[in-house]
């Protein structure tokens, strides 16, 4: 696919993608079905986001250029950090909207997360690569922090030079939520009040585990942020390594980091197409007891 169609894909795939969490309160903090495909206007153009290392920033970018050019979602502010008086930071919008259309106006939280699930004797927890983030801290962080910005004093003052009636609240949160490679073979996925059903599944492994893998008949691409968010699709074999090779570059990688690799895992289809057939990372074989 093109670049264009590349951003294209990414934009659907921020606004379309299963949510991560599933919300209990009494506010609907998550965009409708129905209202999202009234907005996705068809061949809404765009300029290309600025490519971050940071993922969360990348996608901001990709969302924030779309409104930028959209017809009626007009984008108040992006990223707009709001101080105390004593000029001290209290939060950040991610984004203040004005649907001019339907006169909603929006203070909208993305979050773009990839958890692992760890479990003990008697417990679980979803962790991140870096293990200090969590999925527990970041869901809290979300309902109690991000989104109540709207709320306080300083952030109601920052918001009345657009308007002083009711802003509604979203939160878009995508990822993937990866299980041990063993139990998403089997489906047995995990079924909480925080976590929406239908999440995005896929699977980690450890690298000393790895030779797992050589006797899959598929093929491996290397995932390098930002390019983090949308299942792979290629139209030749550049940067497409088979089984072997994917488990002899692995290795030698966990030989000198700790550094955890994110890998599609791709099938060849009859017109000559690599598609995403599965999600995976690999961690240190010490995760997670220390931070990748």
């Known amino acids: 696919m093109s670049q264009a169609e590349h951003y294209q894909s990414e934009l659907d795939w921020l606004l379309n993608s299963p949510e991560i969490f599933q919300h209990h309160s009494t506010d609907s903090l998550q965009l409708n079905s129905r209202y999202l495909d009234e907005i996705q206007i068809a061949n ?10 940071r993922l969360g920033l990348y996608a901001e970018s990709l969302l924030a250029n779309w409104m930028k050019s959209h017809p009626y979602l007009n984008l108040l502010a992006c990223n707009k950090q709001i101080f105390n008086k004593d000029k001290q930071t209290i939060g950040a919008f991610d984004f203040l909207v004005h649907d001019s259309q339907h006169d909603l106006w929006w203070h909208w939280e993305l979050t773009v997360k990839y958890y692992l699930l760890h479990q003990t004797n008697d417990s679980h927890q979803w962790i991140g690569p870096d293990r ?6 970041k869901y809290k962080h979300l309902l109690t922090r991000q989104i109540r910005l709207s709320d306080t ?13 009711e802003w509604q609240k979203a939160i878009i949160a995508r990822g993937y939520l990866f299980y041990p490679r063993a139990q998403w073979l089997k489906q047995d996925f995990i079924s909480d009040n925080t976590l929406n059903p239908e999440h995005n599944k896929a699977w980690w492994l450890h690298a000393k585990d790895i030779t797992e893998l050589e006797n899959e008949n598929t093929y491996w691409l290397i995932r390098k942020k930002p390019d983090w968010l949308i299942p792979a699709l290629k ?12 488990v002899s570059m692995l290795k030698q990688h966990f030989e000198n980091s700790v550094r955890a690799i994110m890998l599609s895992q791709l099938e060849k289809t009859p017109s000559g197409q690599y598609t995403e057939i599965s999600r995976a990372i690999i961690v240190p074989d010490n995760w997670p007891e220390i931070a990748t």
């Open 132 to 137: 200090r983030d969590t999925l527990t801290r």
């Open 44 to 53: 809404s153009a765009f300029e290309a986001p600025d490519i971050q290392p």
């Open 153 to 165: 004093p300083e952030g109601k003052q920052y918001l009345a030079q657009w308007h002083t009636g």
């Open 235 to 246: 139209n030749n074999d550049s940067e497409i390594q088979n089984s072997k090779e994917i």
